[in-house]
Nanobody, 120 residues
Framework: VQLQASGGGLVQPGGSLRLSCAAS????????MAWFRQAPGKDRQFVAV???????IYSDSAKGRFTISRDNAANTLDLQMNSLKPEDTAVYLC???????????????WGQGTQVTVSS
């Protein structure tokens, strides 16, 4: 499975961005598709996951501000991010797993990431 993330950029605090991840090459076997993020010098952090049965889970920092959506027909995963804060600055990576993944180690497929910078 190959994953290609896009949509990052520079945005002011309080602004919005929409990230997209396109999956190809065997994506029909994917059960979980998720977004993670990694800031410089910090561990990779879970943001949100969308599972094939329609269940979604958000991190505490994403709840109420971010919305994850998935188009199974188009094999895409989006992340609408609103009310962005400077602490949201990171490289955002999409990941996929053939199972209802619960930990970062459960994701064998990763995209290259897209930079999100929140700054005035």
């Amino acid at each position: 499975v190959q994953l290609q993330a896009s949509g990052g950029g520079l945005v002011q605090p309080g602004g919005s961005l929409r990230l997209s991840c396109a999956a190809s090459g065997g994506s029909g076997s994917v059960t979980s598709m998720a977004w993670f993020r990694q800031a410089p010098g910090k561990d990779r952090q879970f943001v949100a996951v969308y599972r094939s049965m329609g269940s979604v889970i958000y991190s505490d920092s994403a709840k109420g501000r971010f919305t994850i959506s998935r188009d199974n027909a188009a094999n895409t995963l989006d992340l609408q991010m609103n009310s962005l804060k400077p602490e949201d600055t990171a490289v955002y990576l999409c990941a996929a797993s053939p199972i209802a993944a619960a930990t970062i180690d459960s994701y064998p497929y990763w995209g290259q990431g897209t930079q999100v910078t929140v700054s005035s």
